[in-house]
C-alpha cells in the first residue's frame, strides 16, 4: 500500500496545526518546534507542515511506500520513463530515517517518493541533490530535495 504524501511551508506552525487539527480532526503524530506530521488513515496520506523560512506554500509532493521493494518499483518507473532520478538511501530528513528518489516533473514539480524506517533526532540537510529538467531554475534547500524558483505564485 502507498501513501500520498504532501509537504506546506507555513509562515506560523502554531496556527496552522490549529487549522489543520481542525480539518484532519486530528492532533499531529509528529510535532518538532518547526514541523508538524500527520500520518492520516482516512483520507490516506502523510501530510507535513514546517516553518523553516521556505517560501509559502507546497513545498513538494510524493508518495511514501510501505516497503524498499515498492520504492525500488516506483523509481525504476520514473527512470525507464527517461526521468532524471536523484536516489538518496539513509538519508535524514523531517525527523526520519528514508531511502528516497526524487524527480521534477515536466512542469518542474518536485515528487519524492520514499520509504521510512526509522526516526531521526534532526529535521535533516542534505547537500544540493536533484539537476533540474532543463527548463527549471532550481537552488538548494535543506533536505527534501531542491526547490524551482517560481516567478508568480501557481494558481488552482
Known sequence: MKRMHLHV???DLAQSMQFYETLFGAPPTVV?????????EDPLVNFAISARGAAVGVDHIG????????????AGRLKAAGAETFDQTATACCYARSDKSWVNDPAGVRWETFYTFGEATTYGEDPEPLAA??????SATACCGAAPKTEAPACC
Open 32 to 40: 518538532k518546534d518547526d514541523y508538524a506530521k500527520w500520518q492520516l
Open 63 to 74: 508518495i511514501q511506500t510501505e516497503t524498499a521493494e515498492e520504492l525500488a518499483a516506483l
Open 9 to 11: 511551508s507555513v509562515p
Open 133 to 138: 529538467a532543463p527548463a527549471a531554475d532550481v
